[in-house]
């Protein structure tokens, strides 16, 4: 059944308006980021006076995940799903129908420093971003053949400087959710993790890709992936509400079980990083919702509480030049975006951004959190919200010298100082030694 003329006026014209919008957004930003990185900012927590989070309008075209990383210089890349509406004949059954078509796509904005670039990419979903050692983009994220064969294919980009190239990675019978990540090794090779049959693991030798199935089961997801020094990769995913850590030895893979995790039936997202130690860093939902962290010491796992107010569903981690972790996660009791940072002592912890906003009063802000950490230890998070029904708004929050803005997409979030947790006192736990199971998986699959 066709669409009557009415109505196909008025989804034009609010299609129209939405992306009037983002792209005004996008266009008066520019020049918004002219400050340059300052090597004396205090940190969040300290005595800052005059510091605080500046938020920015940065899309509002998104209808899903986002992935943030900072180049050399600073500038924050953001890869993100927007949905974009094309005119053109469908095929639906025996019927040939001009509708209106939409389609999600993968968005690459970076900020070169004197205004934002966008590109689309491609079509697809759940894109995860790395840059590499010259700041060039690689991208990971699947498409759903839902016209033809109903299958999923991941697939990875990357920037040569001149044009995206695309290679299928691997195909599967689309299973929700796939929760991509990606991280590249010292010679600027992609490592992959997914789940499609089970928890996946992917690597480009520079001529083929690598498949291996790690670890199998219904109930898992919130897969992260790191590389060390050595180009072994380190793997955390929830299994049956168990946070696990699986990690390549050079001949097989080794799973340990971390720590209990979060039962609520949301999504969860687990976040690691990795030392220059090439130890590991989770922060993570525990069972009753608080926000946790667990890093390896070499030895054992140590885990600690690191708010215990919080309603935690989303997080994302990132270590800063001293290896101290930065935590930016989403709190439901607050419906909004908080951040957490260890400063030697203490957990220092902020409010960055918070309130249920526009037409679906129901949907927080900082859904889908990605931080990372300047080189001066200064964060940098970008994350949603939903003001309307079919798209959400993407901000980006950075710690700096508040100014008087005279633009009213630029706003401002919590300042000065934080809180403190005495992890020492409530929230370290015993340092224990974790199960170990190791699996001969071949090379290949």
Same mark, same amino acid.
């Given at each position: 059944?066709?669409?009557?003329?009415?109505?196909?006026?008025?989804?034009?014209?609010?299609?129209?308006?939405?992306?009037?919008?983002?792209?005004?957004?996008?266009?008066?930003?520019?020049?918004?980021?002219?400050?340059?990185?300052?090597?004396?900012?205090?940190?969040?927590?300290?005595?800052?006076?005059?510091?605080?989070?500046?938020?920015?309008?940065?899309?509002?075209?998104?209808?899903?995940?986002?992935?943030?990383?900072?180049?050399?210089?600073?500038?924050?890349?953001?890869?993100?799903?927007?949905?974009?509406?094309?005119?053109?004949?469908?095929?639906?059954?025996?019927?040939?129908?001009? &509708?209106?078509?939409?389609?999600?796509?993968?968005?690459?904005?970076?900020?070169?420093?004197?205004?934002?670039?966008?590109? &689309?990419?491609?079509?697809?979903?759940?894109?995860?971003?790395?840059?590499?050692?010259?700041?060039?983009?690689?991208?990971?994220?699947?498409?759903?053949?839902?016209?033809?064969?109903?299958?999923?294919?991941?697939?990875?980009?990357?920037?040569?400087?001149?044009?995206?190239?695309?290679?299928?990675?691997?195909?599967?019978?689309?299973?929700?959710?796939?929760?991509?990540?990606?991280?590249?090794?010292?010679?600027?090779?992609?490592?992959?993790?997914?789940?499609?049959?089970?928890?996946?693991?992917?690597?480009?030798?520079?001529?083929?890709?690598?498949?291996?199935?790690?670890?199998?089961?219904?109930?898992?997801?919130?897969?992260?992936?790191?590389?060390?020094?050595?180009?072994?990769?380190?793997?955390?995913?929830?299994?049956?509400?168990?946070?696990?850590?699986?990690?390549?030895?050079?001949?097989?893979?080794?799973?340990?079980?971390?720590?209990?995790?979060?039962?609520?039936?949301?999504?969860?997202?687990?976040?690691?990083?990795?030392?220059?130690?090439?130890?590991?860093?989770?922060?993570?939902?525990?069972?009753?919702?608080?926000?946790?962290?667990?890093?390896?010491?070499?030895?054992?796992?140590?885990?600690?509480?690191?708010?215990?107010?919080?309603?935690?569903?989303?997080?994302? &981690?990132?270590?800063?030049?001293?290896?101290?972790?930065?935590?930016?996660?989403?709190?439901?009791?607050?419906?909004?975006?908080?951040?957490?940072?260890?400063?030697?002592?203490?957990?220092?912890?902020?409010?960055?951004?918070?309130?249920?906003?526009?037409?679906?009063?129901?949907?927080?802000?900082?859904?889908?959190?990605?931080?990372?950490?300047?080189?001066?230890?200064?964060?940098?998070?970008?994350?949603?919200?939903?003001?309307?029904?079919?798209?959400?708004?993407?901000?980006?929050?950075?710690?700096?010298?508040?100014?008087?803005?005279?633009?009213?997409?630029?706003?401002?979030?919590?300042?000065?100082?934080?809180?403190?947790?005495?992890?020492?006192?409530?929230?370290?736990?015993?340092?224990?030694?974790?199960?170990?199971?190791?699996?001969?998986?071949?090379?290949? &699959?």
């Amino acid at each position: 059944m066709q669409p009557s003329g009415q109505a196909r006026r008025m989804l034009l014209a609010f299609s129209a308006l939405l992306f009037c919008w983002g792209g005004l957004v996008s266009q008066l930003l520019d020049g918004t980021i002219a400050a340059a990185l300052e090597s004396d900012i205090p940190l969040p927590g300290e005595n800052a006076e005059g510091y605080g989070w500046e938020i920015q309008y940065l899309a509002a075209d998104a209808v899903g995940k986002l992935s943030l990383a900072l180049d050399s210089k600073g500038h924050p890349h953001i890869a993100y799903v927007a949905r974009i509406h094309l005119e053109e004949p469908l095929t639906w059954y025996t019927d040939s129908l001009s &509708i209106l078509s939409w389609r999600d796509v993968i968005k690459y904005v970076r900020w070169t420093g004197s205004s934002w670039e966008t590109q &689309i990419v491609a079509e697809g979903e759940d894109p995860s971003l790395v840059l590499d050692e010259n700041d060039r983009p690689h991208l990971v994220f699947w498409w759903e053949n839902f016209m033809l064969d109903d299958n999923g294919y991941i697939k990875y980009a990357y920037w040569n400087g001149e044009n995206w190239t695309i290679q299928t990675v691997d195909s599967f019978r689309v299973v929700y959710p796939v929760n991509l990540s990606v991280a590249l090794n010292a010679k600027g090779l992609p490592h992959l993790s997914y789940f499609t049959d089970g928890i996946t693991h992917a690597t480009w030798d520079g001529k083929t890709w690598k498949i291996q199935l790690i670890d199998s089961g219904s109930r898992m997801g919130g897969i992260c992936i790191a590389v060390d020094i050595r180009g072994f990769a380190h793997i955390v995913y929830e299994k049956d509400e168990y946070l696990k850590h699986a990690k390549w030895s050079g001949e097989n893979w080794t799973i340990e079980t971390v720590d209990l995790m979060s039962d609520a039936p949301v999504s969860k997202i687990i976040s690691l990083a990795l030392d220059t130690s090439g130890f590991p860093h989770i922060s993570y939902p525990a069972r009753n919702g608080h926000l946790k962290y667990a890093r390896w010491n070499g030895e054992n796992w140590i885990t600690q509480v690191v708010d215990s107010k919080s309603e935690t569903r989303h997080t994302s &981690i990132a270590l800063d030049s001293r290896g101290f972790p930065h935590i930016a996660y989403l709190d439901m009791s607050r419906d909004g975006l908080k951040y957490a940072r260890w400063d030697g002592e203490n957990w220092v912890i902020m409010e960055v951004d918070h309130g249920r906003v526009g037409q679906y009063t129901s949907y927080p802000v900082g859904v889908y959190p990605s931080i990372a950490v300047d080189e001066n230890g200064i964060p940098h998070i970008a994350y949603t919200t939903r003001p309307w029904a079919f798209s959400y708004t993407i901000k980006y929050a950075r710690w700096t010298r508040l100014q008087p803005s005279p633009l009213p997409w630029v706003i401002y979030g919590n300042r000065g100082r934080g809180s403190h947790t005495n992890s020492r006192s409530e929230n370290e736990t015993k340092e224990r030694r974790p199960s170990q199971l190791k699996l001969n998986c071949p090379a290949s &699959i």
